[in-house]
Every structure is written in C-alpha cells, then in structure tokens.
C-alpha cells in the first residue's frame, strides 16, 4: 500500500447511530452527523505497476484532480506507463502517465473506479 495522494475532495456530511454495542451500554442508539470527503482512495504499488482506486460515496457525481505520478506512485520514472480506467468490467486507455501526473477524473455517484498505471 502506498501514502495517500494529494487528493482534494468536496466535504460530505453523513449522518451515523451507533447500534452494533448491547442495548444496555449508554452509548446505544448514540447518533449525529460527521463531515468526511466525499471521495476516498487508495493506492497500491505491485511490481511494475501501480493502481488508484477511488470511492464517491457521495448521490452525487464528483470531479476531481488526482495527481499521481512515477514519484507518488514509487514506480521507475524513467519508464513508460500507461493508464487505464477500470469501471467495473469497462476498461479505458486514458493514455500515458505524464510527469506532473494530473489527471482529472469524473466519478458517478456511488461507484468505484480503479486507476490502473502499468508499462
């Protein structure tokens, strides 16, 4: 697993209750609300290649910027890559990794989407 990437995510408030402790513990049925980012990731290096993978939780679809390079993804800078979007079985060239690594990236509401970086 990799360190997070600089990923700039609109704010999302959820509302949560707490409810998998016994009944008879004070904080059951504990409930509010909890402001995270609306876009969550990971990213995972294997051998030569690397993958993003994106999480919109949020009902809405977002855009976001997501800057991964050879560097951030700890892969060989003077190597090629190419990156590819993987939605669920749909697989997108989206072309070569460039240097700075920025790459805007639209996420459906609701949905997972991999960044795969390969040579």
Avoid: K
């Avoid at 995972?44 to 976001?64: C, Q, S």
């Amino acid at each position: 697993m990799l360190p997070p990437l600089a990923l700039e995510s609109p704010p999302l408030e959820l509302s949560w209750m707490h409810y998998n402790c016994p009944p008879e513990w004070p904080a059951f049925g504990d409930s509010g609300t909890q402001t995270v980012p609306a876009v969550v990731h990971g990213a995972w290096r294997h051998g030569e290649a690397a993958a993003v993978v994106l999480v919109n939780v949020d009902r809405v679809a977002h855009e976001i910027d997501v800057r991964a390079n050879a560097v951030t993804l700890r892969l060989d800078r003077d190597r090629g890559y190419e990156i590819t979007r993987i939605d669920g079985t749909v697989r997108t060239s989206l072309g070569p990794l460039s240097a700075d690594g920025a790459l805007a990236v639209s996420l459906p509401p609701r949905e997972v989407v991999v960044l795969e970086v390969a040579p």
